[in-house]
Structures are given as C-alpha cells and as structure tokens.
C-alpha cells in the first residue's frame, strides 16, 4: 500500500459498514500453511456512518493523508470534488469538520445501518400521526460562526468568551457544540422576549426547567440585564442547583434566583416565558404544561425521549377544577401503544433519517396539544418547531410558542 502511514490510515477507516476495494497477491506457501494477502492498493468507496470514523476521515483529508476524490466519493459529500477540497487545502477551521462530520453521519446512514429493529407498531405510530408532521414543519434556522440575528445573540457571544476559562478552545465540545447551542437559544429567546407587549416596560419572569448548572439561565439573565428579566432556574438536583448558584454569584448576577424542587408541582403564576434546554424526556411537557396553564411563551429543546415517564404533566381541566396532573399520553391525546414506539424510534440509532421523524412526530404532538389546550384566549402563541445544525446536538429541534397578540396578561391557576 506504499507506506506505514497508508496502512494506518485505512486502518482507522475499515470498518464495519465501509465498502472498500483492494488489489494484491495471495501467498499460500509459509511456514505456517494460512494464506496471506498482501494489499498492494486499497480504496474507499464508502465510508461507515459512525461519527468517530467520519471525523477522522475528514482529519485524513485535511492532513493531504487521503486522495481527495476518493473522500469525496466515499463520504457522498453534495458538494463533490470541491467540498473535499475546501477541506483538503484548509479553508475549514476543526470545529467546521466537526460539524460537517454530523451532517455528513446522517446522511451516510440507511436502514443496513441501523442498530436495532424497527417494528411494525412504529410505522403504524409514525403514519398515525402524519397531521402533526404536516401541520408543524420544521424550520431550519442556521448558525453563522462570525455573525448572529440579533444584538442579544453578539452580547451572549461577548459574555461567553469573558466568562470561559477553557482551554483549547478550537478543539473543544464546549466551542463546537455547547456554545453554539447557548447562544443560539439566547437568540430564540430574544425573539419570544421581544414579541411580549410589555417587553422592555417592565421586568418579564422567565422560568428555566431542568436548568441545572445554569449555563442558559446566568447567560440569559446577564445578557438581558435585571431591567428587562427575572430569572427562576428549577432542577430536582440539589448539586446542580448549588453549582449554578455560586458562578451566578461569581458573575454579581442579582437577577436570578435558584431552586431545587420538583418542576411538576412548581408556582409558575405569573410566568412570562419558559425555557429548558436539553429537558429530558416527559420534563420537556412539564414545561409546556406550566407554558399552556399560565399564557407564558417558551422556547424547549427536547432530550432524550424516553426519559421520566414516571413524571406527571400539569394540564388545564374546567375553570372550577383548575389544573390537574396527567400522564404524557394523556396530555398528548394519545395511547401507549402509539405513543411508546414513537418514543423506541426517536432513540434508534444508525438511522437518524428514520429517527428524526420519530423526534418531528412527538414534537409535532406537543405542539398540538398547546395549541388544544391553550387557556388564556387573550394570550395567544404561535407555535413552531425549529432546529438548529445537528453538528451541535442530534437532538436538535426546539419548540418556540412567540406572542401574537395580548390584551390581558396573567394566568389562570
């Protein structure tokens, strides 16, 4: 194959799911009688979707180590020849290859690459429920690395970078996919914030569930300052919550109070916007319901599909009764049968085609039932599903409720 160098760079390409060629000579007489091949030359026609090899491949290139029309071949990149070469001749910076190595993983991957199976109840579910794909499309909103939507986007951009004291910042996830995803939630936020009537006349209440160590929550209360929020961070984490606490402290952030307890039976009255990044599981409709109860925007990021089911979701009933607390099935309109393997779907993995429309289907489900159960007739959101690069997160859909119109403020409990 010409070199050790060759030998060790196919050597972290061939693997399985790669489709490769190769030439050479069969010896069959050795002292140990077992046939040897002897690989004169090897090439790559496709590469394996796993992220790890995905990425080294794209280092390979970048490093002159792999023929450039043989990457691109074997990656099946849209952009052909010239997008390998962009990368070859080092027009694309590490954290760019990272991203790329995302989107380039899902596309690679087909039902020969999946890692479980897919049952005939989860295409029943996913055909099931085709109206809430159809009626809530996603929007994909894209990430400029040098530049953002609005003026709160370049000041969270500003706060980050005083605020980080990590070290290589070029290599790590924390510039790759954390702070992207930070700053691209401030600039969602910022959108919902400023399409409240009293934007800017008073302070609004913005509640974080699930926030945990606070990255979102300190960030958004420095960023929009204590003139314009108020921010409550909740998380059933004692740990976390402390954690949060003393870099709010660090920061003299006085706009920003912490607790720990469950999110479930939380006092929300008077809630302006909800948020949580990454909410796992039933969590992200436990703050959709408090969203829906109190004619509050939000903006959720959902994780993690199957997490807390054992979590109950607080859903408006009549006036006289108030909210009452029902299972993620009932809040959705929905059945187990339908419901569980939608959820088995979302978290496949090999096929992210397959499973992202798992994941649109359940948003597509939550968004219907804010829309449904909406209380507040004078407080109207409208309701979308957005997504961000799947370069920071393959949980990358995020559902936005943005104020229409308001003629009264103040939720019904």
Not at 60 to 78: M, S, Y
Not at 182 to 202: A, F, K, N
Not at 261 to 269: I, K, N, P, S
């Amino acid at each position: 194959m010409g070199s050790i160098e060759a030998v060790e760079s196919y050597g972290n390409l061939l693997c399985s799911g790669a489709r490769v060629t190769v030439q050479g000579c069969i010896e069959t007489s050795n002292e140990h009688e077992v046939p040897i091949l002897w690989v004169t030359k090897c090439r790559l026609l496709r590469s394996t979707w796993r992220p790890s090899v995905v990425r080294t491949l794209l280092d390979l290139l970048h490093a002159g180590k792999l023929d450039i029309q043989e990457a691109a071949d074997a990656l099946e990149l849209p952009g052909g020849y010239a997008q390998a070469e962009a990368v070859a001749e080092g027009k694309t910076s590490e954290t760019e290859r990272q991203w790329m190595a995302a989107e380039i993983t899902q596309t690679l991957q087909s039902e020969n690459s999946r890692t479980g199976k897919v049952t005939d109840s989860m295409i029943e579910s996913l055909d099931a429920f085709e109206s809430a794909r159809e009626a809530y499309p996603i929007e994909v909103v894209k990430f400029a690395s040098t530049s953002g939507g609005s003026f709160e986007y370049g000041t969270a951009a500003t706060i980050l970078d005083m605020n980080s004291n990590r070290a290589s910042p070029e290599r790590s996830r924390w510039s790759r996919a954390k702070k992207p995803q930070l700053m691209w939630m401030i600039d969602q936020i910022s959108t919902v914030l400023t399409s409240h009537p009293e934007y800017g006349q008073r302070k609004l209440k913005v509640v974080d569930i699930g926030g945990g160590k606070g990255l979102l929550s300190n960030l958004l209360a420095e960023t929009f300052g204590e003139k314009i929020v108020e921010v409550n961070v909740v998380d059933i984490s004692k740990s976390a919550i402390n954690n949060g606490m003393m870099r709010a402290k660090r920061r003299g952030l006085g706009n920003i109070r912490y607790d720990a307890q469950d999110a479930t039976t939380l006092d929300v009255a008077g809630v302006d916007v909800v948020v949580a990044l990454h909410a796992c599981g039933t969590l992200s409709d436990v703050a959709l319901g408090h969203a829906v109860n109190q004619g509050a925007g939000f903006v959720i990021c959902p994780c993690c599909f199957r997490s807390n089911p054992h979590l109950r979701v607080p859903m408006p009933a009549s006036r006289e009764k108030g909210i009452q607390l029902v299972t993620a099935e009932e809040w959705l309109d929905t059945t187990t049968g339908l419901y569980e393997p939608l959820k088995q779907l979302a978290e496949m993995q090999g096929d992210m085609n397959l499973s992202s429309k798992a994941m649109h289907t359940i948003c597509g489900l939550r968004a219907t039932a804010v829309d449904r159960l909406w209380r507040d007739k004078t407080s109207m959101v409208s309701t979308s599903i957005k997504s961000f690069p799947i370069g920071f997160s393959t949980r990358n859909l995020c559902l936005v409720g943005k104020f229409d119109s308001i003629q009264d403020r103040g939720g019904i409990s």
